[in-house]
């Protein structure tokens, strides 16, 4: 069933679209679990959290806690409406497909395309949005589980080696959760390349070039991680 579609595809859809697939998982494996751990924001951010960890199990009164809890949800839990709004928007579009062929064919340098490959790239768009759906809704249920685990901590006057042990487990809920966070924006990065595969895909692989470079100059190299290297 897919075939007819996928004929559509040129040479240079292929080579923009396996460019677009490469650089979107190879640079979340590198940020995630490669160089990011150790040199990157991932892993800045982690010893932070494990700091904010003992010294939340170091305080008797952890109202402050739960409402920095409470404002990361209210981050993660903006992006996932609105990403309801995104796809249901592009589920929508899936039935104009012959009004956009008619408004982007006066763009300069858009080519002429059939209607399959307009829902292919719309399909690859929905698809992305899908996905950052996903991420940011796995985040607030690791968020709500971190606040599970703060309501559940220990004492101040616990022991220094369940206190330390339980720091280390808050911490790394509260890293996954942040993770996942950054994997949904990340998603909208790439998301935003995607719409440039509609006027061209050399335009395509371009603009996921610099969506690359924009992130990792952001996560290796940007301000942010010198302050928290600091």
């Known amino acids: 069933m897919l075939r007819p579609f996928l004929a559509q595809l040129t040479t240079a859809d292929w080579t923009a679209?396996?460019?677009?697939?490469?650089?979107w998982i190879g640079y979340g494996w590198l940020a995630d679990n490669g160089i990011g751990e150790r040199l990157g924001l991932v892993g800045a951010s982690h010893r932070h959290r494990l700091e904010w960890s003992r010294r939340?199990?170091?305080?008797?009164?952890?109202?402050?806690?739960?409402?920095?809890?409470?404002?990361?949800?209210?981050?993660?839990?903006?992006?996932?409406?609105?990403?309801?709004?995104?796809i249901a928007g592009l589920i929508a579009v899936m039935g104009t497909v012959d009004k956009l062929i008619t408004m982007t064919a006066e763009i300069p340098f858009a080519r002429e395309v059939s209607r399959?490959?307009?829902e292919v790239k719309v399909?690859?768009?929905?698809?992305?949005?899908?996905?950052?759906?996903?991420?940011?809704?796995?985040?607030?249920?690791?968020?709500?589980?971190?606040s599970i685990l703060i309501g559940a901590a220990p004492e101040a006057r616990a022991p220094d080696e369940e206190r330390e042990r339980y720091a280390k487990k808050i911490a790394r809920v509260n890293s996954h959760a942040g993770d996942e966070?950054?994997?949904?924006?990340?998603?909208?990065?790439?998301?935003?390349?995607?719409?440039?595969?509609?006027?061209?895909?050399?335009?395509?692989?371009?603009?996921t070039a610099l969506i690359v470079t924009?992130?990792?100059?952001?996560?290796?190299?940007?301000?942010?991680l010198a302050v928290l290297r600091e």
């Open 17 to 23: 679209l396996g460019w677009f697939l490469l650089c």
């Open 214 to 224: 924009v992130m990792a100059r952001r996560d290796f190299a940007s301000v942010t």
């Open 116 to 118: 399959e490959l307009w």
């Open 123 to 146: 399909l690859l768009l929905l698809a992305v949005f899908v996905v950052a759906y996903f991420k940011f809704t796995w985040s607030i249920r690791q968020f709500n589980f971190l």
């Open 56 to 86: 939340l199990l170091g305080r008797e009164n952890r109202i402050a806690d739960a409402a920095l809890v409470g404002n990361l949800l209210s981050s993660v839990s903006f992006y996932a409406n609105t990403t309801i709004y995104i």
């Open 181 to 207: 966070f950054n994997r949904g924006i990340r998603a909208y990065y790439f998301g935003l390349a995607a719409v440039s595969w509609f006027v061209h895909p050399w335009l395509f692989v371009a603009v």
